[in-house]
């Protein structure tokens, strides 16, 4: 797994930098910050707010697509189950120019997230029963605006449906909303 794991992260970064058509890329670096607000597909508890931080990388490959790949610290869970995972997206989609340096950019991709810590108050919820990988289906939007010296500030609102079960003995999966700021460079 931890191989099949690498070498799509591999193909994913190398997609991100491939070599764009000629003078039409800018590549994107940033930082990234804010809120999820998750669930679980069965009922275990509330919803519940948590936080996120990390960095995004990726390319403008040319006026219109989009490939990026982040690395993020995420809280996600239930009022009543606390989840801490390491979310690595891989994310392909397109951007518009709306003037004046304002873009809009809609996306989907592929996630996994590695568990990092566990925290249930749950009758029958088995912290060592949690998998170690979470793999999600992102969908956002972002809005985002250029600023001189290449430097950008994007809002960003992602659902992340969850597509394998969080725990071994239960079924359902974590799924949620992700609401972030990005604050980064072009070049």
Partial sequence: MKRSLSALLLVGALAAWAVPAEGQASKLFGITGGATYTNFSSSSGSSSWGGIVGVTAGVRQWNWTVVNLEASWARRGTDRIKLDYLDVPLLFGGSR???????????????????????????????????SWQWSWPIGVQIGKYRGGGTFVAADVRYAWGLNDTFENRIGSNRGWEFKLIIGRAR
Wanted: proline share 0%; with cysteine.
């Fill in 97 to 131: 120019d709306l003037g004046d340096g304002l873009r809009l950019r809609g996306y989907t991709g592929i996630q996994v997230g590695y568990n990092l810590s566990c925290d249930s108050s749950v009758v029958g919820v088995n912290c060592d029963n949690i998998k």
